[in-house]
């Protein structure tokens, strides 16, 4: 319990700036005397300076009109909690987002230079590696600088085996060595770093098809997940890479990184509404540990401070 109040004081602590931009914004939509077209405009205004993005606030709104019209609501501080559930609904992750933990399973990393993608590797083999999973790693981003030694020193931390070539290596041979390996060591998860940049779509679409050929044929009964490492502090930009990979690689998940910054909050939300991909795991810090499944519960109060500032639990 310690631990997850920890996790909610630092996405407060990280989200504070999309909180403190819509505090004012909520405070005057919610002090308006009646539920009209006045409280929607000056409400959907708020969600947008959230970083929500036009499609996931038009489909909140749409949705709280049903309800308002549905429960007969005529004021507007009534309906506040009701906006809160209906982004909290729309943020569920599903019941199988992390079956992969507990298969014989290939994870495919991907995401552009910076984000945090080999940092979340890390972190992401040290939690596997804690709950008792035998973890190999990949390093598949051959082609940056540095990315190699990155990854390596990560499983060093982490205390799980790398799979590594020279710089500029082909990738999907990296990843070929890898499953010989892995299959050879009864590893459970392999965690392959890979594709770390955009600026030529079809040499990464072909990379990335020729990976998941040679995961295909090596290891055909594995349990596939392929996750994007996005920062949070970027807002739409994100969206926007999120898209291109989308064009390369099946997505089945989102890692949100930087949210101890000035993170902007409501981005997760535009993801998922936008993309239809959920967010599965958020960074809140530099830590080892600091890479946390995403709690729809705790990261949406951290936005409207709904069991913050509102209940008096911030302190922790």
Same mark, same amino acid.
């Given at each position: ?30 002090? +308006? ?9 000056e409400l959907e205004e708020v969600l947008i300076m959230a /970083? +929500? ?31 809160? /559930? ?7 992750? =599903?019941?199988?987002?992390? /079956? ?21 590797? =890390? ?51 990296v990843v070929y060595d890898a499953l010989s390996a892995a ?14 940049? +955009? ?118």
């Amino acid at each position: 319990m310690e631990k997850k109040k920890g996790l909610f004081a630092r996405l407060l602590e990280g989200l504070s700036k999309t909180r403190k931009n819509i505090a004012s914004g909520f405070a005057s939509v919610f002090g +308006l005397s009646v539920i009209d077209d006045d409280f929607y405009e000056e409400l959907e205004e708020v969600l947008i300076m959230a /970083d +929500l993005g036009v499609q996931a606030t038009d489909e909140i709104l749409e949705s709280l009109k049903e309800q308002v019209k549905e429960r007969h609501i005529r004021k507007p501080e009534d309906c506040r909690q009701l906006l809160i /559930d209906t982004i909290k609904e729309r943020m569920d992750v =599903g019941e199988n987002a992390y /079956d992969f933990e507990d298969r014989t399973s290939v994870i495919l990393v991907i995401g552009v230079n910076g984000v945090g993608k080999t940092t979340s590797i =890390g972190k992401l083999a040290s939690q596997l590696k804690r709950s008792g999973r035998r973890v190999l790693l990949a390093a598949a981003d051959t082609f940056r600088a540095g990315a190699i030694e990155q990854i390596e020193e990560w499983a060093r931390r982490a205390g799980v085996d790398i799979i590594s070539q020279k710089e500029g290596s082909d990738p999907a041979a990296v990843v070929y060595d890898a499953l010989s390996a892995a299959k050879a060591r009864h590893a459970d998860v392999l965690i392959c770093d890979t594709a770390g940049r +955009l600026h030529n779509k079809k040499n990464l679409m072909s990379e990335l098809a020729k990976i998941n050929r040679v995961i295909d044929r090596e290891m055909p009964d594995a349990y596939r997940e392929t996750l994007i490492v996005l920062d949070g502090t970027t807002g739409q930009n994100a969206l926007v890479q999120a898209r291109e990979f989308m064009q390369a690689a099946e997505i089945s998940g989102i890692i949100l990184t930087k949210m101890d910054g000035t993170a902007k909050g409501g981005i997760a939300v535009a993801i998922q509404a936008e993309l239809g991909i959920p967010v599965k795991y958020i960074g809140v810090g530099e830590g080892i540990d600091d890479l946390q499944k995403f709690d729809v519960d705790s990261y949406v109060d951290a936005i409207f401070a709904a069991s913050g500032e509102e209940n008096g639990t911030t302190e922790g």
